[in-house]
């Protein structure tokens, strides 16, 4: 990775930890498409609900709910 690149990867990921959480799938498809212009990329999740900020290319499940993943439990708790 050349110098230049290395300071725009710096940059974008400084602008991602940064950013509202609403934008950071966009800034991800954007640094990937804007890094990578011989890939087309698409995102995917599990999980899509109509109110999100960020739709993917593509979704298993249409949520209507909030979804409590195990894996968000704080074990120490229990």
């Not at 640094?31 to 900020?53: N, P, R």
Request: net charge positive.
């Amino acid at each position: 990775m050349s110098s230049k690149n290395s300071k725009r990867v710096f940059y974008n990921l400084k602008q991602l930890k940064n950013s509202k959480e609403e934008k950071r799938g966009k800034i991800i498809m954007n640094f990937l498409a804007c890094g990578f212009t011989k890939i087309e990329f698409k995102s995917a999740t599990l999980f899509y609900k109509k109110t999100s900020v960020y739709e993917p290319h593509f979704w298993i499940n249409e949520a209507e709910d909030w979804i409590d993943f195990f894996w968000e439990s704080d074990f120490k708790e229990v």
